[in-house]
């Protein structure tokens, strides 16, 4: 038996690994891609959240804010798998229960992450940090055997467009500054082609400059795609809102345009403050 014929064994059998699996549609039929109900979670008795409910539409673009501890951060961890919550259900569209999924598989599905350290490799170019993200759906062996295809190629290329590195492709990670290791890490999560984005505090560390270099980038990547910008910085937050929730305890204290949300009392009394 070949290589081949071994391989196309391994997929008729019953159990087939998650890379082999044929990509199953994200059913949007109410127009909502992710559905987060009932959610609970408690660490040595602090509730990290608490009955909470969020509903996404799909190609929106949506801001988290809260203070620390509020629960942000914790719930992006529920939804990427990589925490497991003690109770409520995450769905991915109509169909796909996240809870029941590990984050490789998360992943694939087409739900990317950012965090707020940009994590590129340093000694690789910034077109080999993007091709080694690259969506694939192949065992190792084959990933290492295969070559970069014209579409694939061209696929990086759009990527260094959208992200502002075109002239950038050739050099080393680790000489870009803050704000382009930042935005080489979103053009990583890009060429994967997601459908949700889940960023957390993009700006953070940016000069004025570059935050509004990644305003104009993150607002020109929602309605293809759904993003969920997670930030501190209450400027860059007017600066792309279109809908804003505010976390509070692990629950759902607000919702709304940011006039609105400035507007609410519950939210200055224990968010907002002086900073409006």
């Given at each position: ?97 996240l809870l ?67 002239a950038q ?105 002086e900073s409006?």
């Amino acid at each position: 038996m070949n290589f081949t014929q071994g391989l196309e064994e391994l997929k008729t059998r019953d159990q087939v690994w998650s890379f082999m699996q044929e990509d199953v549609p994200v059913d949007i039929s109410h127009q909502v891609i992710l559905y987060v109900e009932g959610l609970n979670l408690s660490f040595d008795g602090f509730k990290a959240l608490n009955d909470l409910n969020l509903y996404v539409n799909d190609g929106e673009l949506r801001c988290l804010i809260g203070a620390n501890g509020a629960g942000k951060t914790t719930l992006m961890d529920v939804i990427t798998g990589k925490t497991a919550c003690d109770s409520g259900s995450v769905f991915f569209g109509q169909t796909h229960n996240l809870l029941n999924r590990d984050e490789a598989e998360i992943a694939q599905l087409g739900i990317g992450r950012k965090f707020q350290k940009p994590t590129v490799f340093e000694a690789l170019s910034v077109f080999d940090n993007l091709e080694l993200s690259l969506k694939s759906n192949k065992g190792v062996i084959a990933t290492l055997l295969a070559r970069l295809s014209t579409e694939q190629s061209d696929r990086i290329l759009q990527v260094l467009d959208t992200i502002g590195l075109q002239a950038q492709g050739t050099m080393l990670a680790g000489s870009l500054s803050h704000g382009q290791k930042q935005w080489l890490e979103i053009g990583m999560l890009l060429v994967s082609e997601p459908r949700l984005l889940l960023i957390d505090e993009p700006v953070a560390g940016m000069t004025a400059e570059e935050g509004e270099r990644t305003a104009e980038l993150l607002i020109s990547l929602a309605g293809e795609r759904t993003v969920i910008v997670v930030e501190h910085d209450m400027e860059f937050v007017r600066s792309i809102a279109r809908t804003v929730t505010v976390l509070h305890q692990g629950s759902v204290l607000a919702e709304g345009s940011m006039d609105q949300i400035q507007n609410n009392q519950a939210v200055i009394d224990v968010y907002l403050g002086e900073s409006q």
